[in-house]
């Protein structure tokens, strides 16, 4: 993507998208009303979309456009500058992802998490969790 683009998807992010911490990887989500958008993001870079439709009739359909893992990172590593709302988010993010690469690889069946990652990871989850509430200002996070 060229240097607009990239530009362009910073503001949607920060506009109609969603950074997260799942379990152990960061996802990346935008949502729209129209199909267009999460459309563009998956042609230009990966993921997969899907709409969910809902219940009520007089609602509209939902679109989602979804990244995680590496491709979140390598996403928000190159947006970062361009980000307003969301660049404390993205740092977030880039932080755990890096600082627990590491300590990570080590992990899973038979590999307990040591209380060091458990305490990195419960306390960078708790700044996302402040940072992604609702109605919460820039001066509180």
Not at 5 to 16: C, K, T
Not at 37 to 56: A, D, I, M, S, V
Not at 87 to 109: M, P
Not at 117 to 127: I, N
Request: charged letters at 25%.
């Amino acid at each position: 993507m060229n240097r607009e683009e990239l530009a362009y998807a910073a503001g949607v992010i920060d506009s109609d998208g969603c950074i997260s911490m799942e379990r152990s990887t960061i996802r990346v989500t935008v949502t729209n009303t129209k199909e267009e958008l999460p459309q563009w993001f998956e042609q230009r870079l990966g993921g997969y979309t899907y709409k969910q439709t809902p219940k009520n009739l007089r609602w509209r359909t939902t679109h989602y456009w979804v990244i995680q893992g590496e491709q979140a990172i390598q996403l928000l590593t190159q947006i970062r500058q361009w980000l307003v709302i969301k660049r404390e988010q993205a740092n977030v993010a880039i932080q755990y992802w890096t600082e627990t690469q590491a300590l990570r690889q080590y992990v899973g069946r038979g590999h307990p998490r040591s209380a060091e990652l458990r305490s990195f990871d419960e306390g960078l989850r708790a700044r996302m969790r402040v940072l992604n509430r609702r109605g919460a200002t820039m001066k509180e996070a």
